[in-house]
């Protein structure tokens, strides 16, 4: 990032209560965050507020399967899962939340090959604040 041409503004921060004025940002990044954000809805709110109209959310995250035979196990195991995971949730289906909010421009949902089913269903787009 030091290198980078590219103005990077790289904050860690709770993504429930962002501390940025309205409208700061051409882009947004998420990356394996909103699985254990306690309020997720809320911090999809956050991003869609500090974003510039017309501006991007870059996401890839892991959350809900489209096969309901593994959904059933992933319903059954967050709750074990948010308890050693950190908050995480194997459940939330990342494509409504972040749909509720932004118009999804590109979307690719997939099992990352490296990680059992239950945990390696990943959504992976951009989407796109109306203008």
């Not at 501390?19 to 306690?38: G, R």
Request: proline share 4%; glycine share 6%; net charge negative.
């Amino acid at each position: 990032i030091d290198e980078s041409e590219i103005n990077v503004d790289f904050r860690v921060l709770n993504g429930e209560n962002l501390p940025m004025a309205d409208h700061s940002f051409d882009s947004v990044v998420s990356t394996w965050t909103l699985c254990s954000i306690t309020k997720v809805n809320q911090a999809i709110e956050e991003i869609y507020r500090v974003l510039k109209p017309g501006g991007k959310f870059f996401f890839i995250e892991h959350g809900m399967s489209d096969e309901s035979k593994v959904q059933v196990w992933q319903n059954r195991l967050t709750p074990v899962q948010k308890i050693i995971g950190d908050g995480c949730h194997l459940n939330r289906n990342i494509k409504q939340l972040v749909e509720k909010h932004f118009e999804i421009l590109t979307l690719e949902e997939f099992y990352e090959p490296k990680f059992p089913k239950i945990m390696g269903y990943m959504y992976k787009g951009v989407a796109q604040k109306s203008c």
